[in-house]
């Protein structure tokens, strides 16, 4: 599976993440890159969030006020089928490694964009790691850095190795 990332995002901590022209992945994040709630987002499992720009897409022609950034992913992607992903799959982002380590859990603060949004992006079955549930892959996933390097938009990002 092969596609490109088109964003990279930061914040100060809090939604919305911001575009960059540039950044570079560390074991702890995406350099410059801070969380509100760093005891529930970041550190070293949590190091990154992927999420599908026609995730974003989708949800925005459904009415959602969503824009590439705004559900708090570090790295936008087209192209890449995040129903397809594992957890445990290797994925190149840039000149970085990552590992997918799981599913985001949506949180309140995505209710600013409707309260409807978490039931479209998430469920009970995703939570329990049941890749069949529809809404798999929609709420994204977040990922373990195993090498370091630097990404920008227009970098390819590509699964490297299954866990299956």
């Known amino acids: ?9 930061v914040s100060p901590g ?3 993440k911001l575009p960059i022209a540039e950044g570079y992945i560390t074991t ?12 529930i987002h970041g550190g070293p ?8 720009a026609e995730v974003v897409d989708s949800l925005a022609a459904q009415g959602f006020p ?9 790295l936008t992607t087209r192209g890449l089928d995040f129903r397809q992903l594992r957890i445990g799959d290797e994925i190149r982002a840039g000149g970085s490694h990552l590992e997918i380590t799981q599913p985001r ?26 890749h069949t549930s529809p809404h798999w892959g929609r ?18 990002i590509a699964v490297l190795a299954r866990l299956a």
């Open 1 to 9: 599976m092969l596609g490109t990332i088109i964003q990279v995002s």
């Open 139 to 156: 709420s994204g996933f977040y990922a373990a850095v195993r090498t370091e390097g630097p990404v920008g938009p227009g970098d390819i």
């Open 28 to 39: 702890q994040g995406l350099k410059g890159d801070r969380q509100a709630h760093p005891a």
């Open 105 to 130: 859990g949506p949180c309140g603060a995505l209710d600013v964009y409707g309260p409807a949004l978490r039931e479209e992006i998430y469920d009970a079955r995703v939570e329990s790691l049941d």
């Open 66 to 74: 969503l824009f590439y950034g705004a559900l708090g992913e570090n």
């Open 45 to 52: 499992h949590k190091a990154i969030l992927l999420i599908a």
């Open 14 to 16: 809090g939604l919305p």
